[in-house]
């Protein structure tokens, strides 16, 4: 009787799955059984798959990984996802983990730490790699931090379409939503961050490492205009 834990791997790098497959193709009841590289293709995959754990990037292409945690556990309350990430960022390890993640390790962790996870949520039980529950605890006050936190994960993922620069029309594509929403959420965020403007809403999201500085510039394509 086959007592291996069934795997979904998604991550937007070929190599990066690649190498992931590999570890995990070493362990002794572990066994990835499916992969996807952006977040439609992952939900597809979970439904015809049915893996027993979900381990997902949240930078994708197309919706993130932070909407495609929401839309699995939304067809299936008891998924089980393991969000294996390199942001180290406190927000995203709140915001996945309110989509319905039970886990988040960063990429920075050594492998055992995620092999670790990846029992430990096909167990039922949440699991964090050292690093993300330091930065957790370390980020408890702030009013910036905590107005942040107060986002739903819906205005979380809009959020950061905004700062990269995406159209109205774009992020309710992306999102499957109306632009009417996105208009609504948009003005909604904007009063919970205590930002007027735009600008303010960037300057904010970088200072909260939302988005870098880098991303920004291959989004924008301009970095010169964002004066901190």
């Known amino acids: 009787m086959n007592m291996s834990i069934r795997i979904l791997l998604v991550d937007d790098h070929a190599i990066v799955r690649a190498g992931y497959r590999a570890l995990l193709a070493k362990q002794p009841g572990l066994e990835v059984v499916a992969e996807a590289a952006d977040g439609n293709q992952a939900y597809q995959q979970f439904k015809d798959c049915q893996p027993d754990v979900v381990i997902t990037d949240l930078s994708l292409p197309g919706i993130s990984g932070l909407e495609v945690i929401a839309r699995i556990k939304q067809r299936d309350a008891k998924a089980k996802i393991l969000v294996f990430s390199m942001h180290q960022n406190p927000s995203f390890a709140m915001q996945a983990t309110r989509a319905g993640a039970l886990g988040y390790v960063t990429k920075s962790s050594p492998p055992e730490v995620l092999l670790r996870a990846i029992h430990e949520v096909h167990a039922g039980r949440h699991s964090l790699s050292a690093d993300i529950a330091q930065a957790l605890a370390m980020a408890q006050l702030g ?86």
């Open 143 to 228: 009013t910036e931090r905590v107005a942040l936190d107060s986002l739903t994960g819906r205005e979380f993922e809009i959020l950061r379409l905004l700062v990269e620069a995406k159209s109205t029309e774009d992020i309710a594509q992306t999102l499957n939503i109306s632009p009417k929403t996105v208009a609504n959420s948009h003005y909604l965020i904007k009063r919970k961050l205590g930002v007027g403007s735009d600008i303010e809403l960037t300057r904010l999201a970088i200072r909260l490492q939302v988005v870098n500085l880098l991303e920004l510039a291959g989004s924008a394509g301009d970095v010169g205009e964002i004066a901190l």
